[in-house]
């Protein structure tokens, strides 16, 4: 790009990528592993031949349906004007910061946290600052409140479940967080369905808080990665503000037909997240054995330490058919949790590399 007049602030960056390998156990980029049911893929077959037929029309602009669908899906008394959609969650979040970030203002995140905040708050012109978390990446109320009012951002990122850790935060500390800023607090809650049992979402702190936004996605437990369709919650006028800066007709009918029917079928595509949690639970009990550190996780994934060459046990364990994530911090790695084989290949291979110690 050396010839071309890119803007200032992208030179020398690097685009997000993870490793798309063919390999016989793909565990590095918090997919879910279990196949869709037979009969919503022969529902969402028949939904999207049927709308096919309309497509030489523009798709709803506004996603009335979708939105109404996702709204009596999260419940909480949350009402169509306070749902937004998008092609992702990464979308929303962009259009987020199109709306409340920019030139002139910046947005907060508690590093390490998910690597697309930084990425996106770029691409629209929004410096990203990087707050701190504890040593076990622990986030209080008073330290995330210490740190907003040192910074004082325009956008402030509380990502929970956190990625790459795993760990939940309290509603303390995102009301805390709220206290302490005049901008835009953004709970990015992509892994909440995994949460263990009593873990509170930030869809409870909405009434009354005008500038919490909350987000989530169908690429997780939904098991519908390549869909793409994540979606916000929040006041109504955050919507109108959103309104202002997406595309037109950015959602296309096949992607909101799809996940309509999706929702239809939430209950049997939900099924899936027990198992998901039952091995990420066995991951975290197994590990210990072979002198490794598990963070217990929230999410369908579990970060682990305990290496002196991270590098290289991951150059290792794809050695051996295992792909999982190295997430660039020195001594750790993230491992997606996936069917009970696919867990059982991944410990298999832990365990060839490091004999158990007990």
Not at 98 to 120: D, E, K, W
Not at 326 to 333: A, K, M, N, S, Y
Request: hydrophobic share 45%; with cysteine.
């Amino acid at each position: 790009m050396t010839g071309l007049p890119v803007r200032p602030d992208l030179r020398g960056a690097t685009p997000y990528g993870a490793p798309q390998l063919d390999v016989a156990v793909r565990l590095n980029t918090n997919e879910n592993s279990h196949p869709l049911p037979a009969e919503l893929v022969a529902a969402i077959a028949a939904a999207v031949g049927t709308a096919a037929a309309g497509l030489n029309r523009y798709p709803d602009r506004e996603a009335v349906a979708l939105r109404t669908d996702l709204a009596g899906y999260l419940g909480h008394g949350l009402r169509v004007e306070q749902l937004w959609a998008a092609n992702g969650s990464n979308e929303v979040i962009q259009q987020l910061l199109q709306a409340f970030g920019g030139p002139g203002r910046s947005a907060l995140g508690f590093t390490p946290t998910y690597s697309m905040h930084p990425i996106i708050s770029a691409g629209t012109g929004t410096a990203f600052v990087d707050g701190r978390r504890e040593a076990d990446f622990a986030l209080t109320a008073a330290h995330a409140a210490d740190q907003i009012r040192r910074h004082e951002p325009d956008v402030l990122f509380l990502c929970s479940p956190n990625n790459p850790t795993g760990t939940a935060l309290g509603l303390d500390v995102i009301a805390a967080a709220y206290d302490a800023t005049g901008g835009m607090v953004i709970v990015d809650e992509a892994y909440a369905e995994f949460a263990r049992s009593g873990t509170p979402s930030a869809l409870t702190l909405l009434p009354g808080r005008p500038r919490l936004v909350v987000t989530r996605t169908m690429s997780k437990a939904f098991g519908m990665a390549g869909l793409r369709l994540g979606y916000l919650a929040g006041d109504p006028a955050v919507v109108d503000a959103v309104r202002l800066v997406r595309l037109p007709y950015h959602l296309s009918t096949l992607t909101q037909v799809s996940a309509r029917v999706a929702l239809t079928h939430a209950p049997a595509l939900l099924e899936t997240v027990a198992a998901v949690k039952a091995q990420r639970d066995r991951i975290v009990v197994a590990l210990p054995a072979y002198g490794l550190t598990p963070v217990p996780s929230d999410a369908n994934f579990v970060l682990f330490g305990g290496m002196d060459d991270s590098t290289r046990m991951w150059h290792e364990l794809l050695e051996r058919g295992v792909l999982i994530r190295d997430v660039g911090l020195p001594g750790w790695l993230r491992v997606t949790v996936g069917t009970e084989p696919e867990t059982s290949a991944f410990l298999s291979a832990v365990s060839e590399l490091r004999p158990p110690t007990r």
